[in-house]
């Protein structure tokens, strides 16, 4: 029961920080999810919260949030989705009323025009290293197909301007199609 209220409290609070000191939205939260929950905790393994990332990003609301809830699930259940979800939605909630409170204030101030232009330099850069780390994940997987999805992904959005929720689907069902095909073969390695 103890070692219980323990994962829940630190469910609780790795989100709470992160979602608190994290601005740029869910691709920053994400590597800093990955680093916390991945390589320090070791709760979750690298290619779940490649998955993870994938879910979260095609569902819809915040990215953060749907990830939070991933791995609240994932790691205890639906009291510690519960728990992810309270702990990352918190601080934008309190940030956000605090903000709106003064919003006259703030809109008008230039020290806060600045330090808002100076930390999308830092969102970039973050999500630069998501791009790398997911990309590098995806190349570690020794298979052609999710490679020539993901470039023919980035290329459709980028040079051909396809919707992306329609690349959404084609690439769920890619990735449907893909699996069914993998567990059949599977299945008949098994038997054999």
Not at 33 to 43: A, D, N, P, T, Y
Not at 55 to 77: C, F, H, K, T
Not at 90 to 108: H, K, N, Q
């Amino acid at each position: 029961m103890a070692q219980n209220r323990n994962k829940y409290l630190t469910l609780f609070l790795a989100t709470l920080q992160l979602s608190a000191f994290t601005f740029g939205g869910g691709f920053v939260i994400i590597p800093l999810m990955r680093k916390k929950f991945v390589e320090k905790l070791g709760w979750i393994d690298e290619q779940e919260m490649l998955d993870f990332t994938a879910i979260a990003q095609s569902s819809p609301g915040a990215i953060a949030v749907n990830a939070s809830i991933l791995v609240g699930y994932r790691v205890a259940g639906v009291p510690g989705a519960l728990l992810t979800v309270c702990g990352t939605i918190l601080p934008p909630l309190v940030i956000i009323s605090v903000i709106s409170l003064f919003y006259a204030a703030f809109r008008d101030n230039a020290i806060v025009s600045m330090a808002m232009a100076g930390m999308l330099a830092g969102v970039a850069a973050v999500i630069c290293d998501v791009v790398y780390t997911m990309g590098k994940a995806v190349f570690k997987l020794h298979r052609v197909l999710p490679v020539v999805v993901m470039l023919a992904s980035f290329a459709a959005v980028r040079f051909l301007n396809v919707n992306i929720i329609l690349i959404i689907l084609v690439c769920g069902v890619v990735g449907a199609v893909d699996s069914f095909l993998r567990g059949k073969k599977q299945g008949k390695e098994e038997k054999a």
